[in-house]
């Protein structure tokens, strides 16, 4: 199965909520509110790290996303939300996948455009706007547990 994933409301802005979705045949919506990211910003910001938290959240994010569905996958595609940035986050994300058995290597991510039309899109925008109701949403201790 090959997936392509968008987010909606970036992770880096704490006063909203944010939105990572996928679809492809199959779709599911991930939530992190405001509050809890701002909690999460915290613990990078006393560990010494601030700049890798938006990246390393994002891939947080996309591993509780798709973390049902590891067996099936055998592509990413992500949407290129932070230009220049992709190998930091495929790496991130790799380390994660790694860390819970999966096989994806390196070459099974990848980054693109993803389209305002796209159903990904649709769906992740739906969710942080409020008009869908989300798949999972997750706290800063669902988070904070893939930091360590």
Known sequence: MKILIDQSGKIEYTKSNTVVAFSNGKQKTILIKAQDKREVQ????????????VYKTF???IYLLIKDYL??????????EYAGQESIIKNLLLEIL???????KTEDISFVLVGKKHSCHKLAIGVLRGNIKPGITVSKKEVLAEIV
Not at 42 to 52: D, E, H, S
Not at 98 to 104: E, I, T, V
């Open 98 to 104: 790694r860390k819970h058995g999966s096989n994806l």
């Open 59 to 61: 891939a947080i994010l």
């Open 71 to 80: 067996d099936k996958i055998q592509q990413i595609a992500i949407d290129k």
């Open 42 to 53: 915290k613990v990078f910001r006393t560990a010494g790290k601030p700049y890798i938290f």
